[in-house]
């Protein structure tokens, strides 16, 4: 592993522990050439799954943007970086196991939808503000009023 600060390929384990429910390992590396200290994340990869964007573009499937917009969403909300990465796994699972190579971008938009739904409803609207380009607070209300029908 490179030393994301010096550049040397001369790192050492530290410490190694299970993070996100068993899923992936988390590592804690030092560089043996300028002694900092970084932790990386080791997971398994069963395909690479591609995006299909609304334009037709295909890129790859990025949990870190994932992460990134749950965690916008969800900013200054009581929920931990922990539930974050908790959701990003469980909708990274789902599109692995589905047997799929290619998730359009919107699918992948509604699980993020279903999992805030549970976890924070202020985060999940905040995130179907942006996911469905709400234009005037007419459509938070008209949206919250189908998302309290849906839970009938």
């Known amino acids: ?3 994301p600060f010096c550049g040397s390929e001369n790192t050492a ?3 190694s522990r299970p993070a996100e429910d ?8 030092g560089c043996d050439s300028c002694g900092a200290r970084f932790t990386t994340f080791e997971r398994v990869q069963l395909r690479e799954i ?3 964007k ?4 295909r890129v790859p499937f990025m949990r870190e943007k994932l992460a990134r917009v749950i965690a916008i969403a969800l900013r200054k909300r009581p929920v931990s970086t922990e539930q974050i ?3 990003v796994s469980g909708i990274a699972r ?3 196991s589905s047997g799929e190579i290619e ?3 919107q699918d992948i938009g509604e699980l993020a939808m279903e999992s805030l739904r549970v976890v924070d409803p202020v985060g999940y609207v905040r995130y179907a503000s942006v996911y469905r380009d709400f234009d005037a607070p007419s459509d938070f209300a008209a949206f919250i009023k189908q998302s309290e029908l849906d839970e009938d």
Request: hydrophobic letters at 35%; a positive charge; proline letters at 0%.
């Open 103 to 105: 998730v359009a971008s």
């Open 85 to 87: 990465d908790q959701i």
């Open 1 to 3: 592993m490179r030393c």
């Open 22 to 29: 068993n899923t992936a390992v988390r590592r804690r590396r």
């Open 50 to 52: 591609m995006v299909v």
């Open 13 to 15: 384990v530290k410490d």
């Open 54 to 57: 609304r334009d037709g573009k």
């Open 94 to 96: 789902k599109l692995e």
